[in-house]
């Protein structure tokens, strides 16, 4: 079973709109790192969040990281076609593996419609 | 600062084959890790190093699959012989220190006819 798993797994959005996508563990994390992935490319570094309710903003994107620390969601406000790319959750999750190795979701592609 | 590099980008070969790629962490970094991305998933940990050290490779089939970390710089992942079901991108990260965050390099998309 999937230890990470994220929603939407695709969304396509008009340029302009606000967007949310999901990151749910079933077990507790500690910690939690948002990635963007271009078709054919790397992982780009976002945000981390490692204390229960922390929020992290950068430019337009927003992460945060619940109370309980098993969800996280990654808001995009006014999104722009720039925007458009897979959006990855990895996570070190307590008790599931080796700690210091993280685990990914599938994966959120978003098409931002200009 | 440069960022992870890796090497080749893209690679065709036959299945039966031998294969390498090669990575060049960022300077400083200790930990070095290589991961396996197949489409439409999310990269999977094949093995991790902590300076030349493989401190996890329990992901890594190692009746094809090797991989060296010589002097604590730079890493080589091999496979022989390929197999149709290694097509995948091959992802490189490398991080100050284990627990720090990863940077990823480019990766290198293998395909196996």
């Known amino acids: 079973s999937q230890e990470l798993e994220q929603s939407p797994q695709s969304l396509i959005v008009q340029e302009g709109k606000n967007l949310t996508i999901n990151c749910t563990s079933s077990?507790?994390?500690?910690?939690l790192y948002w990635y963007k992935q271009k078709y054919g490319e790397g992982l780009i570094f976002l945000m981390m969040l490692q204390k229960g309710g922390e929020e992290k903003s950068h430019e337009k994107i927003t992460a945060k990281l619940d109370e309980k620390k098993q969800q996280s969601s990654l808001h995009i406000t006014a999104s722009q076609p720039s925007h458009a790319g897979i959006y990855l959750c990895g996570a070190d999750i307590i008790g599931g593996g080796s700690q210091g190795n993280l685990i990914f979701g599938k994966g959120t592609k978003l098409s931002v419609k200009p | 600062e440069a960022g992870v590099v890796q090497s080749p980008r893209y690679k065709i070969i036959e299945k039966k084959q031998p294969v390498a790629f090669w990575c060049n962490p960022i300077s400083g970094h200790n930990t070095l890790y290589w991961y396996l991305q197949n489409l439409g998933q999310g990269p999977e940990l094949l093995i991790r190093?902590?300076?030349?050290?493989?401190?996890?490779d329990s992901q890594l089939p190692k009746d094809r699959f090797s991989a060296e970390r010589l002097k604590g710089v730079d890493s080589t992942l091999k496979i022989q012989p390929a197999e149709l079901g290694d097509s995948a991108v091959y992802l490189c990260a490398s991080s100050r220190v284990q627990f720090s965050t990863q940077y990823f390099g480019p990766g290198t998309r293998l395909t196996v006819l």
């Open positions: 190093y902590e300076n030349e050290e493989a401190v996890d």
């Open positions: 077990k507790t994390l500690y910690g």
